[in-house]
């Protein structure tokens, strides 16, 4: 006998196929009552995690399920999404089957994904986690420069908020107090000159764009 | 920028001593930033790199250590020989760092395969029971993870799950329990969440919570009330899919959503729209309220919003308000995705069902719709629209075909073109002046492509000469089937008897397609005399409601109720005296085929659920055709608390006449195996019926009853975060004292109230 996995997760090809905007739920099986029927409830929420650059470039990103099983497919995703929300600076959207929240900061492109049949305030609380976190950790510069020199301590951060798709820890002050990294005080006085101008430049040009 | 084999280069430092943690940090980031962007690292090096890093444990700098921990993950599949760290990840997930102990365990836990599982089994239940909350939860999810890898050592689990779900950890998660009664439970985050859960029987039938008098359903509405969205969205959530549920029991749940429709949160008008978007598909009067809302919805910045908003509109409004609501959604349609233009199509053919004398309104936007750009899925939703207009409302019809045919003057969808040329050919004669669509009609044959020319032959309801004169440029045209189907058809026309075209033109083939596909090749393989007999192919069943099917709403015709399968059975059981007196049939299960396909005799079972029995019908067939069996039954060996009351037998059982045999088996009245230990699975016999109950700590309540699916509800309720001072909690309390368990279950069993002082942590 077949045994079946520890708890059936909502079919990625289901939401992908209805490719409704918060449609109906998939066509209630034979011999069930008809109407609207509750998803089998699973712990594995979120799908991916991804932060991208303005160019929509890839900076960090975790796929938890095998919606995208290759990295083609995962690049094309991003940039779907990209294009879809940086323009329109929306906080939410839903994409083939999928919903996704999406959080910018400077130069940055937070993003978190999960099915479409997933309580969208438990991505939202995810994104906020993720988005304080680095916030504390990056010394309140959630931007790409720093993003990069502390790659280490935003992988910490991920690793403590979402484990295998499954919500691991969603209050910030916990995940800062586990992960006990803070971006480097000294690298920020080694700056130059030239590169402190370069930055405040850049700040206000981004402040202008919004 | 990073070049990989730069990068691994410098990860030779990994192995000098001492060792600098800074700078291997920063090679170790590296690496893990070109995993990241997905960069593909062979095996070899892979494993260089993994064994180089595991010199690194030899630090004891925190973040390095976490780092390797990391590292450990993102290899695990590509590297060869992982598991060698599995000792210095059981000595950090037992030592008194406590900020190692959780990522050392969610490490320990992805390198381990289901041989070596047993090894750390201990050392994972001491962590799921311990008091560090980090700790307890890595562990807990760690386990969740293993239960796809060996499901049978992880249950085992389940008493330090149990345990771990009293204390006062923040996430902590109980497993599943058995392959059949799977189910999980989270309790997390810092809000309190409720999940209901389910328990799949192992026919993977779900059964919800039926009864809306369930005293579960007054705590779910008072979670309306909680003091964090949430919980209120998800409590909302779960009463609107209850099914059964009547608009009155909807009400509350439907106005905490108008509410979140004007919160200043993007993403709590986006769930609440889409919510009321289900509810207005089944009960579009309780949604009626907010109708309001969601007009000031429409004019969102965020555009998949303001759809919501405008197709949950389009499913609660008014006659009146329809041309008001197409024009609004015409000024933004060009702004939205291909999607969402779709699902606003359907929810405008559903409007055309609804009040069938907007036609003209919604044709006119249809058409302009029709004409802009827009994919494939979206010009065929705009067509199925207007095709059901037309075919269903006599005073749309010539509108319809107008716009149709403009439409196929320039289409490149030849699917499309095809459907509507062959809906020309059925509706164009009924129309007043069929002629004029001769016109589009020809110039198509001329035009397009052979698949379009072929279809061609649909136009010849027309009976009209001047139409046969395409017919003859057909018969020369360059494409074979082309020219096949037009001589088939001239001949057939030019015998002009309505029996011969009604037979070989107007009428399909009623016969399932591929069944003559397998005919047909059955007979090219066997020499025969006899021509083909269209009659052996087993007729098509035809899909009644398969064009409704696809525009996913509910119609407000009333759908014809055929007998269920488990009616059938009801009946049939309730005319066996014995089974006179089992009660209400609960439930059929799906039939389970207990034999090889090539045995002397072949059994399927199906197992009937009552109140306090089983019936498992065997339907047994014989296929030896030299003997006659008699007096069959099937023999069952239940377990000790189930009882074999009786067993008819079939009389006889003549070759391949399949005979029914029952054997009635009474539940055991009293569950109270339950308490907190499982009963012990394993591979569980056909025969056997076992039942399970659990419950689990003060705050956390289940039972299950596997195999035949009760429901199960799991209610999940946390305070907030130990950090928040205790006035601050939300008191729990579950106010009712028993679930009504049906069938025999003890309702004795004390099933917690309200959380004791004692356990209310300080």
Known sequence: ????????????????????????????????????????????????????????????????DDTFPSLKEQMAFEKNVFNKTSRTDSEI?????????????????????????????MLVSVLTCLFESLNHVLRKNVEKRWLLENMDGAFLVLDEIVDGGVI????????????????????????????????????????LLK | ???????????????????????????????????????????????????????????????????????????????????????????????????????AIRALCRITDGTMLQAIERYMKQ????????????????????????????????????????SDNIMVQVLPLSHTGCFSV??????????????????????????????????????????????????????????????????????????????????????????????????????????????????????????????????????????????????????????????????????????????????????????????????????????????????GKEAGLAHLCEFIEDCEHTVLATKILHLLGKEGPRTPV????????????????EAVRAGYWKFLGYRDMPLLCPLDRCMMDTDDEVRDRATFYLNVLQQRQMALNATYIFNGLTVSVPGMEKALHQYTLEPSEKPFDMKSIPLAMAPVFEQKAEIMFVATKPEKFAPSRQDIFQEQLAAIPEFMDLGPLFKSSEPVQLTEAETEYFVRCV????????????????????????????????????????????????????????????????DSTAGTNPQEGGERSKNASQLELLTVGANLWFFSKMKYGLMLVCAVCRPVTSACPQRERQPLTLTFASVPLPSGLSTTRAFPLAPRAADVPG
């Open chain 2, 127 to 166: 962590a799921i029971v311990d008091k560090v909350s980090g700790v307890s939860s890595s562990a807990l999810v760690s386990s969740l993870h293993m239960m796809k890898i060996s499901h049978d050592v992880v249950k085992r689990w389940v008493n330090e799950a149990q345990e771990a779900a009293s």
């Open chain 2, 434 to 449: 069929p002629s004029k669509y001769i016109r589009f009609i020809f110039n198509r044959v001329v035009l397009e492509n």
């Open chain 1, 168 to 207: 691991l820890e969603s209050d910030p002050q916990q995940v800062i107090q586990k992960v006990n990294f803070r971006a480097d005080d000294s690298s920020l006085t080694e700056q130059s000159v030239a590169q402190v101008l370069q930055s405040a430049k850049e700040q206000i040009k981004w402040s």
């Open chain 1, 1 to 64: 006998m077949q045994r079946p996995e520890a708890w059936p997760r909502p079919h990625p090809g289901e939401g992908a196929a209805a490719a409704q905007a918060g449609g109906p739920a998939p066509p209630a099986r034979v011999g069930e009552p008809a109407g609207l029927r509750l998803q089998e409830p699973s712990l594995y929420i979120i799908k991916a995690v991804f932060i991208l650059d303005n160019d929509g470039h890839r900076l960090l990103a975790k796929y938890y």
């Open chain 2, 607 to 670: 197992k009937h659920v009552f109140t306090n029995h089983i019936v498992f019908q065997f339907d047994c067939t014989n296929t030896l055709n030299d003997q006659l069996l008699e007096k069959v039954t099937v023999q069952m060996e239940p377990s000790e608390s189930h009882e074999v009351l009786c067993c008819l037998p079939a009389p006889s059982l003549a070759y391949n006449q399949p005979g029914i045999c029952y054997t009635l088996v009474r539940l055991p009245d009293d």
């Open chain 1, 93 to 121: 959207a839903f994409l083939g089957g999928m919903t996704i929240v999406c959080k910018s900061s400077t130069d940055l492109f937070l993003y978190v994904v999960g099915s479409s049949h997933e309580n969208e305030l």
């Open chain 2, 186 to 395: 989270c309790l997390c985050f810092e809000l309190c969440i409720l999940h209901l859960f389910f328990l799949l029987s192992n026919d993977a039938l779900c059964i919800f919570i039926t009864s809306h008098e369930s005293p579960l359903f007054d705590f779910i509405e008072s979670c309306l009330r909680n003091k964090h969205e949430m919980v209120i969205y998800e409590a909302a959530s779960a009463i609107i899919h209850l099914p059964n549920c009547t608009a009155r029991e909807l009400a509350p749940a439907v106005s905490v959503l108008q509410l979140f429709c004007s919160s200043p949160k993007p993403a709590l008008r986006y769930a609440a729209v889409r919510t009321l978007n289900k509810v207005a598909m089944k009960h579009p009067s309780a949604v009626t309220a907010c109708n309001l809302d969601l007009e000031n919805l429409i004019t969102d910045s965020n555009r998949s919003i303001a759809t919501l908003a405008i197709t949950t509109l389009l499913k609660t409004g008014s006659e009146s308000s329809v041309d008001r609501l197409m024009k609004q959604i015409s000024s933004f349609v060009s702004e939205i995705s291909d999607e969402f233009k779709v699902v606003v199509v359907q929810a405008i053919s559903a409007l055309c069902q609804k009040y069938p004398r907007k036609h003209s309104v919604m044709m006119t936007f249809l058409s302009n719709m029709l004409r802009d750009d827009g994919g494939f899925e979206y010009k065929r939703a705009i067509v199925d629209c207007i095709i059901s207009i037309v075919e269903e409302n006599p005073e």
């Open chain 2, 1 to 103: 920028h990073l070049e990989k084999s730069a990068v691994l280069q410098e990860a030779r430092i990994f192995n000098e001593t001492p060792i600098n943690p800074r700078r291997c940090l920063h090679i170790l980031t590296k690496i893990l930033y070109l995993l990241n962007q997905g960069e593909h690292f062979g095996t070899t090096e892979a494993t260089e790199a993994f064994f180089a890093m595991t010199r690194l444990f030899q630090s004891n700098d925190q973040t390095l250590r976490r780092m390797c921990y990391l590292t450990i993950k993102e290899m695990a599949t590509i590297s060869e020989d992982v598991i060698i760290v599995t000792s210095s990840l059981t000595k950090d997930m037992t030592g008194k760092e406590d900020v190692y102990r959780g990522p």
